[in-house]
């Protein structure tokens, strides 16, 4: 900024950040400020939606660019919480100068934050290292603090509840409660608080502007939790009291932005014996998911047992999850490998065996620190070995042995797994079981891994991520397609949760064009799939799937035939169906067309219809669908040989054959071939006089009329050209398409 006084004009210097955070504090103690964070609380953290359904431009509003973020909610609340809260009313233009004043100086924080990293941008300024800016730990700490929320506020209920399942014991001796009786608890505070957010906002129109306060709605007693949930008012108590700050408490230590806030680890506020306040129902959630850990730390006589419980859960629920796409009989759990002279030489967590493709996911228990939060580029990157390189480094070496027969694999009861280990794909996964915030973004700046043809890309992501994945595709088929792609993507896509790419996915079909070297998606994005998850788990009055890959075409011939293969066990099922569900809707739209064109043709004169496509760059991978009445035997021989065909004459990497049943326009048969390309004097001959195949381009419309073909008319009683070793007459003479 320029002095004004000054006849030099001279620049001030910006205040430095633990300034800003101090004169933030002070606001935050004023006297009536908790009307203004009841107020945030209101306006960003609460969806309004009208007529009875919620809908994705509702949801969108969480999305607004002026709306404050949770963490930084959060530190108001902290900040506050290290005064005296005084609940008294103000006058209502002082809670607007707090709300105004609290805004700028969280947006003056942001600026600082953000200064570090735009200098190191800077050509000009010595940087004294070779270090990329986006690794350093100023742009860590920035995507930290701001990053996407990558867990539903119901998951961290739903999945408590799993997590802590193994210790409900101890909390029963000493919490004095179940871990069920916290989440019924738990669930009948949003309750309430829903109920009482909905009569304020109609009780507001009979009130002065100087008596308009959303505090209220943020207040609740034990009794009304009690008969909310029906559970009795002592356990109630015991409940809530959990969750509320120590006496012992020590609030001076959050003393800076990225110091530990004693309010998100206790985030209820005792106003009176049997009288709270909760700001914000996500933190306590995300507290009843975490506090407790700290609890048995305490406890010298269960840590270990709580240490051993926390492990198992990521890896139960991570197969429980696997299991639901994939079935129990393809999910195996703590698989030991053995070398030739019966040395352990590994462990997979969770092992995922379908067709010839394999998961291997290591899970791991792993916080994140406070010193990584403060963007200590050591802490951080010690903070990421321990969490995400180890367990990738061990889900590599498991691929190696996997893929090698001379490696024994016996499942936890000590029974050996006798599988086909000649996998074409394995996926190697690392899941971390609590909220690592910038996962994603981390795991892109600072995981070390290799790629070969066989062994992919790791797919980095927590617990949170897993449970959305396998309930928005549960198929084998939509569930490696999507794995397949996004490792693709590994280094072109960058997000700041995965959720964000799953919604782009469900509703465009991920696809990034090579000719693009990076492809940034807003968190935006994910407002569909927000809404999806909300109906699905919370019965938000929405809609249950995103329009889009999942819906378009399912009540279409294409969507029928992905259908009829999505639970194959077959390498050829999954590779045909990861070309269907990597076309476009405009190829997709054309399929349509032509089987509708072969099958009216069919159903005219009772004959033999075809159409092929090339598809990919050049036509490289193939599609030959064909529509007849003949006998399976027949019907599949005449295929496979015009397979062999197609891909031999356009030199291709892959082709797909598939039948279509005319009367009902379903899957008869499907089938592919891949394998390299050998020079054959018989395909020779058999291709000389082809028609080359149509191939897919966009703009480019399909030609469904009658084909001739060019050179010298073949002869009735001649071997027909398609090399099927039948005479023409009885083969391809009457074929029209």
């Given at each position: 900024?320029?002095?004004?006084?000054?006849?030099?004009g001279?620049?001030?210097?910006?205040?430095?950040?633990?300034?800003?955070?101090?004169?933030?504090e002070?606001?935050?103690?004023?006297?009536?400020?908790?009307?203004a964070?009841?107020?945030?609380?209101?306006?960003d953290?609460?969806?309004?939606?009208?007529?009875?359904?919620?809908k994705t431009?509702?949801v969108?509003?969480?999305?607004?660019?002026?709306r404050?973020?949770?963490t930084?909610i959060?530190?108001?609340?902290?900040?506050?919480?290290?005064?005296?809260?005084?609940l008294?009313?103000?006058?209502?233009?002082?809670?607007?100068?707090?709300?105004?004043r609290?805004?700028?100086?969280l947006?003056?924080?942001?600026?600082?934050?953000?200064?570090?990293?735009?200098e190191?941008?800077?050509?000009q300024?010595?940087?004294?290292?070779?270090?990329?800016?986006?690794?350093?730990?100023?742009?860590?700490?920035?995507?930290?603090?701001y990053?996407?929320?990558?867990?539903?506020?119901?998951?961290?209920?739903?999945?408590?509840?799993?997590k802590?399942?193994?210790?409900?014991?101890?909390?029963?001796?000493n919490?004095?409660?179940?871990?069920?009786?916290?989440?019924?608890?738990?669930a009948?505070?949003?309750?309430?608080?829903?109920?009482?957010?909905?009569?304020?906002?109609?009780?507001?129109?009979?009130?002065?502007?100087?008596?308009?306060?959303?505090?209220?709605?943020?207040?609740?007693?034990?009794?009304?939790?009690?008969s909310?949930?029906?559970v009795?008012e002592?356990?109630?108590?015991?409940?809530?009291?959990?969750?509320?700050?120590p006496?012992?408490?020590d609030?001076?230590?959050?003393?800076a932005?990225?110091?530990?806030n004693?309010?998100?680890?206790?985030p209820?506020v005792?106003?009176?014996?049997?009288?709270?306040?909760?700001?914000?129902h996500?933190?306590?959630?995300?507290?009843?998911?975490?506090?407790?850990?700290?609890?048995?730390?305490?406890?010298?006589?269960?840590?270990d047992?709580?240490?051993?419980?926390?492990?198992?859960?990521?890896?139960r629920?991570?197969?429980q999850?696997?299991?639901?796409?994939?079935?129990?009989e393809?999910?195996?759990?703590?698989?030991?490998?053995?070398?030739s002279?019966?040395?352990?030489?590994?462990?997979?967590d969770?092992?995922v065996?379908?067709?010839?493709r394999?998961?291997i996911?290591?899970a791991?228990s792993?916080?994140?620190?406070?010193a990584?939060?403060?963007?200590n580029?050591?802490?951080?990157?010690?903070?990421?070995?321990?969490?995400?390189?180890?367990?990738?480094d061990q889900?590599?070496s498991?691929?190696?042995?996997?893929?090698?027969s001379?490696?024994?694999?016996?499942?936890?009861d000590?029974?050996?797994?006798?599988?086909?280990?000649?996998?074409?794909?394995?996926?190697?996964?690392?899941?971390?079981s609590?909220?690592?915030?910038a996962?994603?973004?981390?795991?892109?700046?600072?995981?070390?891994?290799e790629?070969?043809d066989?062994?992919?890309?790791?797919?980095?992501?927590d617990?949170?991520?897993?449970?959305?994945?396998?309930?928005?595709?549960?198929?084998?088929?939509?569930?490696?397609s999507?794995?397949?792609?996004r490792?693709?993507?590994?280094?072109?896509?960058?997000?700041s949760?995965?959720?964000?790419?799953l919604?782009?996915?469900?509703?465009?079909?991920l696809?990034?064009?090579?000719?693009?070297?990076?492809m940034?998606?807003?968190?935006?994005?994910?407002?569909?799939l927000?809404?999806?998850m909300?109906?699905?788990?919370?019965?938000?009055?929405?809609?249950?799937t995103?329009?889009?890959?999942l819906?378009?075409y399912?009540?279409?011939?294409?969507?029928?035939?992905?259908?009829?293969?999505?639970?194959?066990?077959h390498?050829?099922?999954?590779?045909l169906?990861?070309?269907?569900?990597?076309?476009?809707?405009?190829?997709?739209?054309?399929?349509?067309?032509?089987?509708?064109v072969?099958?009216?043709?069919?159903?005219?004169?009772?004959?033999?219809?075809?159409?092929?496509?090339?598809?990919?760059?050049?036509?490289?991978?193939g599609?030959t669908?064909?529509?007849?009445?003949?006998?399976v035997?027949?019907?599949?021989?005449?295929?496979?040989?015009?397979?062999q065909?197609r891909?031999?004459?356009?030199?291709?990497?892959?082709?797909?054959g598939v039948?279509?049943e005319?009367?009902?326009?379903?899957?008869?048969?499907a089938?592919?071939?891949?394998?390299?390309?050998?020079?054959?004097?018989?395909?020779?001959?058999?291709t000389?006089?082809?028609?080359?195949?149509?191939?897919?381009?966009?703009g480019?419309?399909?030609?469904?009329r009658?084909?001739e073909?060019?050179?010298?008319?073949i002869?009735?009683?001649?071997?027909?050209p398609?090399?099927?070793?039948?005479?023409?007459?009885?083969?391809c003479?009457?074929?029209?398409?």
């Amino acid at each position: 900024m320029v002095n004004e006084n000054s006849g030099r004009g001279n620049i001030e210097k910006p205040r430095t950040e633990q300034e800003i955070f101090e004169e933030l504090e002070e606001l935050c103690k004023s006297p009536g400020f908790a009307h203004a964070l009841a107020y945030f609380c209101f306006r960003d953290n609460t969806i309004m939606y009208a007529d009875g359904e919620l809908k994705t431009d509702d949801v969108l509003q969480q999305f607004s660019m002026s709306r404050l973020i949770r963490t930084e909610i959060s530190t108001l609340i902290g900040l506050a919480r290290k005064g005296e809260l005084d609940l008294t009313l103000p006058q209502a233009d002082v809670v607007q100068t707090h709300i105004d004043r609290a805004e700028a100086l969280l947006q003056e924080i942001h600026n600082s934050m953000m200064l570090p990293l735009i200098e190191s941008f800077n050509p000009q300024n010595p940087k004294g290292d070779d270090q990329e800016p986006l690794t350093a730990g100023a742009a860590l700490r920035e995507a930290i603090f701001y990053g996407g929320e990558g867990a539903y506020q119901f998951q961290y209920r739903d999945l408590a509840l799993d997590k802590y399942s193994l210790d409900d014991d101890w909390f029963k001796e000493n919490r004095g409660y179940s871990v069920s009786d916290a989440v019924t608890v738990v669930a009948a505070i949003s309750q309430v608080q829903n109920e009482k957010v909905n009569s304020l906002m109609a009780s507001m129109a009979e009130k002065s502007p100087d008596e308009w306060t959303f505090l209220p709605a943020f207040e609740f007693s034990t009794a009304e939790i009690a008969s909310a949930s029906n559970v009795d008012e002592s356990v109630v108590h015991s409940v809530i009291e959990s969750f509320v700050a120590p006496n012992d408490a020590d609030m001076e230590q959050f003393g800076a932005l990225d110091d530990f806030n004693p309010t998100n680890a206790y985030p209820i506020v005792r106003v009176d014996e049997n009288e709270y306040l909760l700001f914000q129902h996500y933190s306590l959630l995300e507290a009843f998911y975490e506090t407790p850990f700290f609890w048995f730390i305490d406890d010298s006589a269960y840590v270990d047992t709580a240490m051993a419980n926390r492990g198992a859960f990521a890896e139960r629920f991570s197969e429980q999850r696997l299991q639901l796409v994939f079935g129990k009989e393809r999910v195996y759990k703590n698989v030991e490998i053995y070398d030739s002279k019966n040395n352990s030489v590994g462990e997979i967590d969770v092992l995922v065996v379908f067709a010839n493709r394999a998961i291997i996911l290591q899970a791991k228990s792993k916080r994140l620190t406070i010193a990584a939060r403060k963007g200590n580029d050591n802490s951080l990157r010690d903070d990421f070995k321990s969490a995400i390189q180890d367990a990738y480094d061990q889900s590599a070496s498991c691929a190696e042995y996997l893929l090698d027969s001379a490696y024994r694999l016996e499942d936890h009861d000590g029974n050996q797994i006798d599988i086909d280990r000649d996998f074409k794909e394995v996926y190697p996964f690392c899941v971390v079981s609590d909220h690592y915030p910038a996962l994603s973004f981390q795991a892109r700046q600072f995981l070390k891994f290799e790629e070969s043809d066989r062994i992919k890309s790791p797919f980095v992501i927590d617990v949170f991520l897993l449970d959305v994945l396998t309930e928005m595709l549960q198929s084998p088929l939509y569930f490696l397609s999507y794995i397949n792609r996004r490792v693709q993507y590994t280094e072109s896509i960058m997000v700041s949760h995965e959720l964000t790419c799953l919604s782009y996915h469900l509703k465009q079909n991920l696809w990034v064009d090579p000719e693009i070297s990076l492809m940034h998606l807003g968190d935006d994005i994910c407002a569909d799939l927000d809404l999806a998850m909300l109906t699905r788990r919370d019965n938000a009055p929405g809609t249950p799937t995103p329009d889009g890959i999942l819906t378009k075409y399912a009540d279409t011939t294409f969507g029928k035939i992905v259908q009829e293969i999505e639970h194959i066990e077959h390498p050829g099922s999954i590779d045909l169906g990861f070309l269907l569900l990597e076309m476009s809707g405009e190829t997709i739209e054309r399929i349509n067309d032509g089987i509708a064109v072969i099958v009216d043709s069919h159903l005219k004169d009772g004959g033999h219809h075809d159409f092929s496509i090339g598809v990919g760059e050049k036509g490289r991978v193939g599609l030959t669908i064909h529509c007849n009445s003949d006998d399976v035997v027949t019907a599949t021989e005449r295929l496979d040989r015009h397979c062999q065909v197609r891909k031999y004459d356009q030199k291709a990497e892959a082709w797909f054959g598939v039948i279509i049943e005319p009367k009902t326009s379903g899957l008869k048969f499907a089938m592919g071939l891949q394998f390299p390309w050998e020079q054959s004097d018989d395909l020779d001959k058999a291709t000389q006089d082809l028609k080359k195949p149509q191939i897919l381009r966009p703009g480019k419309p399909m030609n469904f009329r009658t084909l001739e073909r060019t050179g010298r008319k073949i002869g009735r009683n001649e071997k027909c050209p398609c090399g099927s070793g039948k005479k023409y007459k009885k083969c391809c003479l009457h074929k029209s398409h």
